[in-house]
Nanobody, 115 residues
Framework: QVQLVESGGGLVQAGGSLRLSCAGSGIIFSFNVMGWYRQAPGKQRELVASIIAGGRTNYADSVKGRFTISRDNAQNTMYLQMNSLKLEDTAVYYC?????????WGQGTQVTVSS
């Protein structure tokens, strides 16, 4: 059974930084394309960053240059370093495979950016 647990969210002022973590069990991150998604109130969930098995990364235009996705294969953990946060980054952040597997969605971690 796959379990993905996100953590690290919180309340931060615009311009600040946060680092999210995703711990996985029942799935080997390095064998999959993994991603960070987010869902803001009233909006659809969107993929913001992904990392392939070989380590190459890809980002949505809205976060390019500000967010960095990384992976610790030994810990089977994935991270999202978020810098220069903007109000529009406020959302619940989730990790999952790319494309997302329906049964893998966790509770997510709330990120709230204040002015």
């Amino acid at each position: 059974q796959v379990q993905l647990v996100e953590s690290g969210g919180g309340l931060v002022q615009a311009g600040g930084s946060l680092r999210l973590s995703c711990a996985g069990s029942g799935i080997i991150f390095s064998f999959n394309v993994m991603g960070w998604y987010r869902q803001a109130p009233g909006k659809q969930r969107e993929l913001v960053a992904s990392i392939i098995a070989g380590g190459r990364t890809n980002y949505a235009d809205s976060v390019k240059g500000r967010f960095t996705i990384s992976r610790d294969n030994a810990q089977n953990t994935m991270y999202l370093q978020m810098n220069s946060l903007k109000l529009e980054d406020t959302a619940v952040y989730y990790c999952n495979r790319v494309p997302g597997s329906r049964s893998y969605w966790g509770q997510g971690t709330q990120v709230t950016v204040s002015s």
